[in-house]
């Protein structure tokens, strides 16, 4: 007896929706070991004032003292996973001095270009910081642009903003070095 093929329904498509793919989750993963390398290179006394879990600040403390390539790579993967279980807001405060209040403002200009205009101003962005990616930031506009229209409250709103400003935040800081 032949088996019959499954179905999908609209609900099946929904229940996936605003789920990251696995490509994403890697490169999620690659951003945050590379936020690691950036907070390694803070002094032992601005990591330690690091409000994140304690075992993040030992792991960023045996980061500085590795010297085998291998080891810190390694190293910066397991500091990349520590980080996902951190306020990305709070971590990239502590990295934006580097980058000064004019870079920030302009990132700011950046996002609101990219909500407003879409794919052309994506497009540049991406060539202008070779971390970024593509398909991530269309994902973040995507949802802006959903909430727009479903006419969700401030807050939330402001959250999915905050979310693609972090994640610009995060491209240049990485793009930068």
Sequence with gaps: MARQPHRFTEDDFNALEGRASKTEQKKAVQRMAALGEQLAELSPKQIQNLPVEERLIDALLDAQTITSHEARRRQFQRVGKLLRNEDESVILSYLTPQQGAKKTAQLQRWVERIIKDGDP?????????????????????????????????????????????????????ISDN
């Design 121 to 173: 101003v994506i497009n540049e962005f991406v060539k202008t910081y070779n971390a970024a990616e593509r398909h991530t930031i269309r994902q973040h506009v995507l949802r802006i642009h959903r909430d727009m229209s479903k006419q969700v409250g401030e807050t939330e709103l402001a959250e999915s903003k905050l979310k693609l400003f972090n994640y610009v935040q995060q491209v240049a800081l």
